[in-house]
């Protein structure tokens, strides 16, 4: 038993280092670099038509969501690169390839260093802060609606991605765009936010691949995932 209770304790140390790790990682920009307040129009009123009309796309959701869908968009709730890996096979996986795993932290961090003030400038209600009917499956959040950060960093992470593996591009555009819309189906977003979400990580992925720092350490991250997989 005291085997098992010693590796136990070990993993634990393991996964709660990780996830240290993670929110240790430093952003590659952040909004003093991209000012999205700039460059997105300000969100609809809350008594505007497309808001209306976009709560009742929500709700349309919301009953007609099958329980693969619910699973799927509490899956992607978790903000992080590995959501792709149905797409990219088993080998894809944050213990073969920690460099990359290290680099996509600090793509993840640069979403929420970008997204975040320009989400409290606007501070647009979610669905469920602007209508008691929308039962969201997914983890509240009280942080602005617009645009939705994780179609923003899935975004991010489908362009980057893609441009390390061009031979999977169609694959993981599409991944992303599924990824994008789970926050819709989770009940957590407008589809105005996610739409929103798709132009900001396209134009925060355009910074960083022009940018020398943010390179050197993507060929480091494209050089270990490609040979892992064999490419």
Sequence with gaps: MKRYASLAAGLLLLIVGS??????????????????????PRPPANDSAQTKAELGEVLTLQVTRTPEMVAAAVAD??????????????????????????????????????????????KRPRPHQLSDLVKPVVKLSSSGSWPSGHATVGTMMGIILS????????????????????????????????????ISGSVIAAVLLNRDDFKAEYDVAKAELRSDLGM
Excluded: C
């Design 19 to 40: 996830a240290a790790q993670a929110e240790d990682a430093q952003p590659f920009v952040t909004n003093k670099d991209v000012d999205l307040t700039m460059i997105l």
């Design 163 to 198: 441009d390390m593996v061009p031979e999977k591009r169609a694959e993981i555009m599409a991944r992303a765009a599924e990824y994008a819309h789970n926050r819709e189906v989770g009940g957590i977003h407008y589809a105005s936010d996610i739409e929103m979400g798709k």
């Design 77 to 122: 709730a978790e903000e992080n690169v590995w959501r792709f890996a149905d797409v990219m096979g088993p080998k894809f996986n944050k213990e073969t390839l920690p460099k990359f795993s290290a680099f996509f932290d600090r793509v993840v961090a640069t979403e929420g260093a970008v997204v975040d003030p320009a989400k409290d400038v606007w």
